[in-house]
């Protein structure tokens, strides 16, 4: 491979959603605020804000909506510089999304049925009828969608993953016009052998590596060097959540994401811009950290 200086990844910041979705103590509104502007402040383009689902399932989001009426992240929302995806399950979380002047949503789906269930209630297919309604929404509304595809390797209850119903789910979510699908390794069992062979695979079947990111887990170690296969594959999108915080509810023992500096760091190093300024990154996964440790 060669990497020149002209070369750019787009990184997805996930932290305040994922990131701070499986946290037990409850962090304030004003905290997640605090790290929406920090991050904005170090060149994330893309953010994460929140997921509109019910509290009962993820007792951390519950402030979705006070969050989406702060005056900072009106203007944020207001101005076209910053992507602010907010993660919906169904038209009730698209409807107040929608009523709170968010321009891009994500939708998730898994490729599998045991995750489906635990995270969603309802079957994959089920999952992708619900996807297909607020993405015909919200495209005639002008609103952006990207989709997630999660266990792309494994579910937690099925086992291993068949690339096939990857595959699947993916063309569901582009033909129903997601502009992008992230595809989540949600165990973080995925290692860069396994990556380079489902993405081929993938391409060998029609889908554009342009329409795809990467969203890896950390649980081995490996997000790393999966999102390097992702990018020698032709990904040019990669999920990552500042101080590797993240994990689903839903996922026992789950583990966070790439950290967003480990990525910036690496990609930087090699080459490869991010547009994100590394010392504030530091500085910002250093006040998570310390964040967490106060409790
Ligand atoms: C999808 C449901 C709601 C179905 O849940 P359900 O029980 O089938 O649906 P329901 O319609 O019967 O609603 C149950 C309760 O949720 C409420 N409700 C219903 N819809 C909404 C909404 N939009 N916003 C707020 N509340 C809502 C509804 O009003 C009711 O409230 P209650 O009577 O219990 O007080 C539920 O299963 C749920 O919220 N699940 C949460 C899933 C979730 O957020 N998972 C984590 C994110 S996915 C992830 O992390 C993976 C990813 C994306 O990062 C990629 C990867 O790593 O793989």
């Not at 009828?129 to 989709?147: K, P, Y």
Request: proline share 3%; glycine share 10%; hydrophobic share 40%.
């Amino acid at each position: 491979m060669t990497v020149t200086t002209s070369s750019f990844v787009r990184i997805v910041e996930v932290g305040p959603r994922d990131g701070l979705q499986n946290i037990s103590q409850w962090i304030s509104t004003d905290t997640k605020l605090d790290l929406i502007y920090r991050l904005e402040c170090c060149g994330l383009r893309a953010i994460e804000l929140t997921s509109i689902v019910s509290h009962r399932a993820v007792p951390q989001m519950a402030d979705a909506t006070k969050l989406l009426q702060d005056v900072h992240v009106q203007k944020m929302l207001a101005k076209s510089s910053v992507r602010l995806p907010v993660l919906v399950p169904n038209l009730r979380g698209f409807e107040i999304a929608r009523a709170h002047g968010v321009k891009e949503i994500a939708v998730f789906i898994s490729a599998t049925e045991g995750f489906s269930q635990a995270n969603l209630n309802c079957s994959c297919d089920e999952a992708v009828g619900r996807a297909r309604e607020v993405v015909a929404q919200a495209r005639q509304l002008g609103i952006a969608v990207r989709g997630y595809v999660s266990c792309i390797f494994e579910d937690p209850y099925d086992g291993p993953t068949e690339p096939s119903s990857v595959l699947g789910r993916v063309r569901e979510l582009l033909d129903m016009g997601c502009y992008e699908v992230s595809l989540g390794d949600t165990l973080g069992t995925g290692n860069p052998t396994a990556v380079r062979v489902l993405l081929r695979y993938l391409q060998y079947h029609g889908i554009s590596m342009t329409s795809i990111a990467g969203h890896f887990h950390d649980t081995y170690n490996q997000a790393l060097a999966n999102a390097w296969a992702a990018y020698e594959c032709g990904v040019r999108t990669l999920d990552s959540s500042v101080g590797g915080l993240g994990g689903c509810p839903f996922v026992p023992h789950a583990r966070g994401n790439l950290a967003t500096e480990t990525l910036v760091a690496s990609f930087e190093n090699a080459g490869i811009a991010t547009g994100i300024n590394k010392e504030a990154l530091e500085g910002t996964a250093a006040w998570v950290r310390d964040l967490l440790r106060k409790g």
